[in-house]
């Protein structure tokens, strides 16, 4: 039984079509005229629980109006969506209680008071008991190190610890499904790297995580399917795995040799491969499931003498790149 | 119910950081208590009465609306506005409380620095112009029951036009539009019975009178035992109509918002 069930969801915003200069914007009081820009134009998603899901597009591809119907924020203009059974945007707060929202870009601490009277707010809004409200408390201290967040008021944190302190907000009452958007912006490594094992141990507790970020690092180590969305509409939705497998092939094997080394010889053992560079440094590009990377290097030792090397793996980001360019076309 | 007692609390706690911007929002009402004092000072001062205000009574009206003024301005106003103008609305509605509900509790939370402040200013206008007339115990009951209906009055006033913001951006237009209407209608300026016939008629069926006129009418002694309880029934009717008209224009609102980047 999926958790999230979305299907033809469309969102039409009306946007003033203003011409340019002051002329245009008073003759717009007069006539005024609007184009339907499509937001979200026709999604279809089903998302089970404990599934960590990569919502992933380009700015201004639909993310987060995807994000904000499915938390009950905005009404769609079409389309069915059930959140664990709730219409969100119907039964608001209904949804409001199972679901846990991050808005990188914002923060939902009071600017004004200690990060703990914020915590505590959402503990009575959420009913949690004071018991649970501690443990969750202390595993939050451990996990993301929050504890020492506690009696500052929010406005004097750093962004990095800001985002800790809302991670926990949002995670406070042990939502069912968890929507992030940019969670770990502004976060430096050993943070980033705490905050993704936690996500990944809330999936494995059956949280839903859905990750809207430009971090692929995030989309890799925490989630394991990938919904790629551009100009409203899904262009993809598959397994990374399955992403890697299909599109993220090529490995490149960089070698520099102790002495020049004709690339019409290097050419002729490595038939297939790419071959870049001339001399003594190459960048070798070759297929995965056609090589493996000892054949490449068999081959290049009987080329000459091999000073050093490096191997550079495939990253779903090569991938998710040459889509944003429109060099990739993963839905053919 | 809990929830919101901890959100009122919060906001209570939360205004403190304002302190200044609150003062220096008070100082405008001030200067127009100010004025109207000096005012009403020159024209009633030696003793004339005019439409049955003498200067006291006069002062105690001023007051009472000043006061009234005070409650649900500047620091609420623009923070429900800007809310909804930045986006942060969008916080608010993955919250599971109702959102007008979570509104008014926190506007409650926050009118402890309003009463304090507007307390102390008609302290200090009575210490240096003199004493104003008191109601008896049965005014100052009826007074008291006429000021609770002004807090929610006027934080449904705020609140609906806040919620313009999710029609347009200009929200000081309607600030200032609102200001104007409010300080005619409500008599905290110029008391209703000084304007004209069909402005009073207006006034009569328009709910702002219940906003500050109604309570200082009744410290003056103006209005009295079943009229004054008659005007009470319609500050409380007010508080039920637009608190319910208010989550119709909500259920429409929400329709249209449109938070853009992020």
């Not at chain 1, 006539?31 to 339907?36: E, P, V, Y």
């Not at chain 1, 639909?62 to 924020?73: A, H, N």
């Not at chain 1, 092939?249 to 004709?262: G, I, N």
């Not at chain 2, 405008?28 to 003793?47: E, H, K, N, P, T």
């Amino acid at each position: 039984m999926p958790i999230i069930e979305a299907s033809g969801l469309t969102k039409t915003f009306r946007r003033p079509d203003k011409r340019e200069g002051l002329g245009g914007s008073i003759a717009h009081l007069f006539t005024r005229r609007f184009t339907d820009h499509v937001a979200v134009d026709h999604v279809d998603l089903t998302v089970e629980p404990g599934e960590a899901v990569a919502y992933v597009g380009p700015n201004g591809a639909g993310k987060s109006t995807t994000v904000k119907l499915l938390t009950g924020i905005l009404v769609p203009s079409s389309g069915e969506v059930r959140v664990a059974g709730v219409v969100p945007h119907r039964e608001r707060t209904a949804n409001a209680r199972q679901i846990g929202v991050l808005f990188g870009q914002r923060t939902q601490l009071w600017w004004d008071l200690p990060v703990r009277e914020s915590l505590a707010l959402l503990r009575d809004l959420y009913d949690v008991t004071d018991a649970d409200y501690r443990a969750r408390l202390a595993e939050f201290d451990h996990i993301l190190g929050i504890g020492e967040l506690l009696p500052v008021v929010a406005r004097k944190l750093s962004l990095g610890q800001r985002m800790r302190a809302d991670l926990a907000a949002a995670l406070l009452h042990r939502p069912r499904v968890v929507y992030l958007d940019e969670p770990t912006i502004g976060l430096d490594i050993a943070v980033k790297d705490r905050v993704r094992a936690f996500l990944r141990e809330l999936c494995a507790d059956g949280t839903t995580l859905m990750l809207t970020t430009h971090d692929l690092g995030d989309i890799e180590d925490v989630c394991q399917r990938i919904v790629i969305i551009d100009e409203g509409r899904i262009i993809f939705d598959g397994s990374i795995a399955q992403v890697k497998d299909s599109f993220a092939r090529q490995r490149q094997l960089h070698v520099d040799f102790t002495q020049t080394v004709p690339r019409a010889k290097l050419a002729e053992l490595l038939p297939g491969a790419e071959i870049e560079g001339d001399a003594r440094a190459f960048t070798i590009g070759f297929d995965r499931f056609t090589h493996t990377a000892a054949e490449v290097m068999t081959a290049l030792l009987a080329a000459g003498e091999v000073a050093d090397f490096r191997l550079d793996e495939p990253a779903i980001e090569d991938v998710i790149r040459r889509v944003y360019a429109g060099d990739l076309d993963l839905a053919a | 119910m809990k929830k919101y007692m901890t959100l009122a609390k919060m906001q209570a706690r939360a205004v403190l950081a304002y302190r200044l911007n609150f003062v220096l929002s008070l100082f405008a009402l001030m200067f127009q208590l100010f004025a109207m004092l000096a005012i009403w000072g020159v024209l009633l001062g030696s003793g004339q009465n005019l439409n049955g205000f003498d200067w006291a009574h006069m002062k105690a009206y001023l007051l009472v609306g000043f006061l009234c003024g005070a409650l649900v301005s500047q620091s609420a106003d623009w923070r429900m506005a800007g809310r909804i103008q930045d986006g942060m609305v969008a916080i608010d509605l993955t919250k599971p409380v109702d959102y007008q509900k979570a509104q008014f509790a926190t506007v409650v939370g926050g009118a402890w620095t309003e009463v304090v402040t507007a307390l102390a200013v008609c302290a200090g206008v009575i210490a240096w112009t003199g004493a104003v007339p008191t109601p008896g115990w049965q005014g100052a009951a009826l007074f008291a029951l006429s000021l609770l209906a002004v807090l929610p009055l006027k934080f449904l006033i705020v609140y609906v036009s806040a919620l313009a913001c999710f029609y347009t951006q200009n929200y000081l237009g309607v600030h200032w539009a609102r200001l104007v209407i409010v300080s005619l209608f409500s008599g905290a300026l110029v008391p209703l019975s000084f304007f004209p016939e069909w402005v009073q008629q207006l006034a009569a069926v328009l709910p702002f009178a219940s906003m500050s006129a109604t309570p200082a009418l009744i410290w003056i002694g103006q209005l009295r035992g079943a009229q004054a309880l008659l005007m009470i029934a319609a500050q409380f009717g007010w508080v039920v109509a637009l608190w319910l008209a208010a989550r119709l224009i909500f259920r429409h609102a929400i329709k249209r918002v449109t938070i853009h980047g992020g």
